[in-house]
Structures are given as C-alpha cells and as structure tokens.
C-alpha cells in the first residue's frame, strides 16, 4: 500500500464512497499514535455540492495566484498538472488539530510541542494508507487561505484545519506519481536521503 499510494486528482470515477467504508478509513485515521493520547484530530465529512463547489472556486483562485507568481518556464511546467479533485471526488475531509486536546499536561510534549501536530499527520498517513487499500483516492489540496476553510466549515476558536483531502473511488492508481510524470520534481534516491551517524558523513 505504501509503494501504491498516490495523491489523486484525475482518478475518481465521481462515485461517492459509501458510508461503511468511509468509516473504515476514518477508523483507521483515528487509531493512529499520538503524543500522550491526546489524540488531537477530529475530521469534517463535506458532501454538500454546493460547499465542493465554493471550495474548488476558492482553490482555483489560489491556483491561479501560484502560478502567475512562477517563472515562464516553471509555469509552462505547472500548466497541465491537475491540483485538485474536489467535485470530482464527491467527498471531502478536513481533518483538523487542536492543539489544546489533552489537557495542559501532555505526556511526551513538553519539550518539542510540535508533536501534537505531528500526531494528527500520522493520522492522515493512517487515513491515506487505509484508503487505498480500499481501492478509493485520496488528494490533499493545499492551496487554500486557512480563514477562508475554517469559516467554511464553522470550525471553533483553536481548531485549525490541516489538510483537506479529496477522497472518492477511483478509476485507477497512477504507476508514477503526477508530479514526476509532468517533469515538476523526481523522487530522490534513498542513498541521497540515509545518513549514518551524523548528517555531514
């Protein structure tokens, strides 16, 4: 599922994932580890089309922003590539953080507070990896203003969204991942990325 996985945009058969299996992945997101059990995510299921599309309105003009901000060359190369799936996908979850869940004392964050929000990213790896596991897609946008997503879904003072992730069945898995198909960015070797004992050797 890991060698599997991709990020989804063009894939989706416009099929809406059934509530059972939905909630099988989202099982899966929720038992991810976290930081003193605080379990900080909570997800927001949007099917409304009317809300799909407000969004997907939004996200457009942020596209637009990214890509009259690139060089001529970057952005002949940023043209094709396809950033979201949102009305396609029929089904959108944000899945927010609150960094206040646990309690003042958390076990295991005292030093490095960012372990809260690294506990809610391994949720959405869980969500991810269950998913296609499923055979359903999963597409993180992140090209959103962050006030804008969190009026849209009433969020409270303290939750902040982290991803939105189109999530639907899908035609296919793509064998190479769209940003390496499009010449954007290749993958690294691992060679170039494992360090032993220190980061210079």
Same mark, same amino acid.
């Given at each position: 599922?890991?060698?599997?996985? @991709? ?6 058969? =416009? ?8 909630? @099988? ?27 799909? @599309? ?6 457009? =003009?942020? @596209? ?8 001529? &060359? ?9 950033? &979201? ?28 507070? &960012? ?56 035609? &296919? ?29």
């Amino acid at each position: 599922m890991i060698r599997r996985r @991709r990020d989804v945009r063009a894939e989706f058969t =416009g099929e809406v994932v059934d509530d059972a299996t939905l909630l @099988r992945i989202l099982d899966a997101a929720h038992r991810a580890p976290s930081v003193g059990n605080s379990q900080p995510w909570d997800f927001v299921v949007v099917r409304k089309p009317e809300t799909l @599309r407000q969004f997907a309105a939004h996200v457009a =003009g942020k @596209r637009r922003e990214f890509r009259d901000s690139l060089p001529p &060359e970057r952005a002949r190369t940023f043209e094709p590539i396809k950033i &979201e799936g949102i009305t396609e996908s029929g089904t959108g979850i944000v899945v927010t953080h609150d960094d206040g869940r646990g309690g003042q004392h958390i076990l295991g964050r005292a030093s490095v507070p &960012e372990t809260g929000l690294y506990s809610t990213i391994l949720a959405i790896q869980n969500l991810w990896l269950a998913a296609t596991a499923e055979g359903v897609g999963v597409g993180w946008v992140s090209f959103y203003d962050t006030a804008y997503l969190t009026d849209l879904i009433a969020l409270p003072p303290g939750v902040r969204p982290v991803a939105w992730l189109c999530t639907g069945p899908v035609h &296919e898995f793509q064998q190479v991942p769209d940003l390496e198909r499009f010449g954007w960015r290749d993958r690294r070797a691992l060679a170039d990325a494992v360090h032993w004992e220190n980061y210079r050797q």
